[in-house]
């Protein structure tokens, strides 16, 4: 090779490595940016099974980013992958299938955030024998995972009641707790194997789905559901997929006892007894297929069952030029707020019963404040929702009562969380850090 096609090729590799390099250092600042917008938002932090991702194996592939259905979950950070917006991952485990050096696993909180996760066996029986757990609130946040393990359980139960089958036992074979993804599989489980069960579930089918914003894109994988047959989805909306669980529902006959809560759960010589708000139910298995978040404290309010109603606030990106009103006088709402308000063209109203925001962090209380002075929140004290309707809300103030135009409502205001009533009945929990 002459000195001069050595030099072209030298400058050739030179400007390649350059135009790399470059490339690279600008994906690690805008992943940087998204991060701390993250942070901002209350998004980076993980809430159930979510990637770890090894920086010391990791080869910069991307492989992870374009095999993950959810966006900004994972991106490059000076040639390593780093976890952006925690919270939306749905624990797919695409990324760490995708990984070409296994830099990748699934894990349950992180280093310095501890996660509560019920123990459970193989077959997602808890240390109390009879009582199963399946779903969300084992830390399954896919819904394709969520129907396979609500099929399994039940498949375990069917084999495990034929053999100690009891002539003249008036029980319920299993109580299932729980209308979502495992839920519904596993009621259809239990028909198509005789089991005598009751399925019951205090608000409306679709479990945690329901608490999602309007047309929210759900991620999900193709599954097979008993009864009814193989279900080829990848992504829908919120609305698409509560049509589907109604169409399943109306096609196998399903009967779900809805609007009914479960109260209590009592202990009985080989069994237990379950009381609702409807009645109490002996049964020899419990099946607990209930998500992670617990149960949202409602208004009470007409109009609260509209779609446009949310109780939790997942990517305020998708709202823009929208009227808004958030229920709250906590962290969680005022993020929200905040979050909403930095949206393009939002009108943001913050609505909250007190005279005060007393209870929320110094510097949630300095970015609303720079919010407010923006006018991109305003701040509705000693308000109250009245009525919210399809295109408007109507709030009370001790000097008036308005309707105001609206398009989308956020409730903060608090719930029950499942962990009290696990702890209640003696369900073994493990906080896991990063494990």
Known sequence: MSMLSFMVSGGMIFLTVSIYMLQQSKKTRRNLRKIKKAKEYGLYEPVHIHPNVDPAKCIGSGACIKACPEKDIIGLVSGKGRLINASRCIGHGACAAACPVGAIKLVFGTETRGVDIPHVTPHFETNIKGVFIVGELGGMGLIKNSVTQGREVVEY?????????????????????????????????????NLKAITIEQDDIGGTVLQYPRHKIVMTSPMDLPMFGRVKLRETTKEALLSLWMEVIGKTGLTIRTK???????????????????????????????????????????????????YRLLEPEQHQHQNIVVVGGGDSAVEAAIALGSQPGNKVILSYRGEALSRIKPMNKERLDDMVAKKCVTIMFQSNIREIG????????????????NDYVYIFAGGELPNEFLNKIGVQIEKRFGT
């Open 260 to 310: 009914e809560k479960m109260l209590s759960v009592k202990q009985e010589d080989e069994g237990f007894k379950v009381f609702t708000t409807k009645g109490e139910y002996p049964t020899r298995n419990i099946i607990l297929a209930i998500g992670r978040r617990g149960t949202p404290r409602k208004l009470g309010v007409p109009g609260e069952n509209l779609p446009k109603v949310s």
């Open 157 to 193: 139960l069917s084999c495990l009641l034929r053999s100690n089958e009891k002539k003249g036992d008036e029980r319920y074979d299993l109580v299932i707790i729980g209308a979502g993804p495992a839920g519904i599989a596993a009621s259809l489980a239990a028909v198509k194997h």
């Open 390 to 405: 399809e295109k408007e809300i109507n709030i009370s103030t001790p000097e008036e009562i308005v309707d105001v135009p």
